[in-house]
């Protein structure tokens, strides 16, 4: 494999970590450093991907504004920059 150096020691860590909804350990542990990092962050909260967070950040929105209509660009909806 030509990225076996890469690939092979994640593999295995790969194999040990649960994809179930309750936190693992070390996602708590993760949450916790970042916190006292980050003096202004109040929660952490993972996401398996941009889709997720997106869904999530317009909700926020919606709730927090008390709106139900969101802005989109319609003439180019993904952008690369």
């Given amino acids: ?16 970590v649960s994809i179930s909804r309750v936190p693992q350990k070390l996602e708590v542990d993760l949450a916790e450093l970042f916190l006292e990092l980050v ?3 109040d929660m952490v909260k993972f996401a398996k991907n ?21 802005a989109i660009c319609g003439d180019q909806p993904v952008f690369f920059h």
């Fill in 39 to 41: 003096s202004g962050a």
């Fill in 50 to 70: 941009g889709s997720d967070v997106t869904t999530a950040a317009v909700k926020l929105a919606r709730a927090y504004t008390g709106r139900d209509l969101v």
């Fill in 1 to 16: 494999m030509r990225f076996e150096p890469v690939v092979k020691p994640r593999t295995g860590r790969c194999r040990s």
